[in-house]
């Protein structure tokens, strides 16, 4: 008997959901709320192309379905939420900002997950934000998009859906 790192072994016929827009935003208020205390408002489509935003991390995920998830923001997004999590708003470096939105895009994924899961079956692979760069995107327009605002900082939320490759890694079991 052998284990599926990959596909999780569901059968039936994938469909991808329906993720809008409005979605993404739904999740990233609540998250955002709920770990930051910070309000935000939708703007709308996200640019087209990229926009200046430096602080960018992408989740590539894999299971049941693939894609990546890109969050893109300023530096101030980063220290607007380290500042409002820690309660500590004297930082010596940059670093702790970048991780406050590392965390953040990480929270925020984890809950698109569960958005995820009402659509398709099977188990996720592990996933961790990594720094993004708008020339490795894929190829095409985003499933989903959107800009906002954070107490007027912008960020960008762009989502890429694909089916699982028909591949999988296979692991012995031990037995």
Request: charged share 20%; glycine share 6%; net charge negative.
């Given at each position: 008997?052998a ?8 059968s ?7 993720i809008?827009?409005r979605?993404l935003f739904?999740?990233f208020?609540?998250?955002l709320?709920k770990?930051?205390?910070l309000p935000?408002d939708?703007i709308g489509?996200?640019?087209?192309g990229?926009a ?9 995920f894999?299971g ?8 893109r ?9 380290w500042e409002n999590v820690?309660?500590?708003d004297?930082?010596?470096?940059d670093?702790?900002h970048g991780d406050?939105f590392?965390?953040?895009v990480?929270l925020?994924f984890g809950?698109l997950?569960?958005?995820f ?7 996720f692979?592990?996933f961790?934000p990594?720094?993004?760069i708008?020339?490795?995107w894929p190829?095409?327009q985003p ?5 906002l605002?954070v ?5 960008e939320v762009r989502?890429?859906?694909?089916k699982?490759?028909t ?8 037995e």
């Amino acid at each position: 008997m052998a284990n599926s790192l990959s596909n999780s072994g569901s059968s039936a016929p994938l469909s991808l959901p329906a993720i809008k827009s409005r979605d993404l935003f739904e999740v990233f208020q609540a998250v955002l709320e709920k770990w930051a205390f910070l309000p935000c408002d939708y703007i709308g489509n996200a640019v087209e192309g990229p926009a200046s935003l430096p602080l960018e991390r992408m989740v590539g995920f894999s299971g049941p379905m693939e894609g990546c998830l890109v969050v893109r923001s300023s530096a101030r997004f980063g220290k607007h939420l380290w500042e409002n999590v820690s309660g500590n708003d004297l930082s010596p470096d940059d670093t702790p900002h970048g991780d406050a939105f590392s965390e953040f895009v990480n929270l925020y994924f984890g809950h698109l997950l569960t958005l995820f899961r009402q659509s398709v079956e099977g188990t996720f692979d592990p996933f961790l934000p990594q720094s993004s760069i708008p020339s490795l995107w894929p190829d095409r327009q985003p499933d989903a998009a959107l800009a906002l605002l954070v107490e007027n900082i912008p960020v960008e939320v762009r989502l890429w859906l694909d089916k699982p490759s028909t591949t999988a890694v296979r692991v012995p079991d031990h037995e």
